[in-house]
């Protein structure tokens, strides 16, 4: 039997490249809004209220229920969350090198 190892848990869950970048990246955004709430230190309804979402919904996402959020609703959170958010795109054979 041999032991496969893989850069991320998305990578073993999910059927495709694709699929499991688009998780990860999920899961990353969640983890630092998820961060920045606690950080604030005040009630799941204040912060939802800064973060312009419901308390259900942000209970999600402090629960981590990742498949309730899409990539751009994630997206959306960071500005309200005052995280400043880029998007570096590089070409394989330069990451390669």
Do not use: C
Request: net charge negative.
């Amino acid at each position: 039997m041999s032991i496969e190892y893989y850069d991320s848990v998305w990578d073993t869950i999910e059927e495709t490249p694709e699929e499991a970048l688009n998780m990860r990246l999920r899961s990353e955004l969640m983890a630092k809004i998820a961060g920045r709430v606690q950080e604030w230190g005040i009630t799941q309804n204040e912060a939802a209220h800064r973060l312009g979402i419901t308390q259900p919904r942000l209970n999600d996402l402090l629960n981590g229920r990742i498949n309730k959020f899409s990539l751009d609703a994630l997206v959306n959170l960071t500005g309200p969350a005052r995280f400043h958010l880029e998007l570096a795109i590089e070409d394989e054979k330069e990451v390669a090198a």
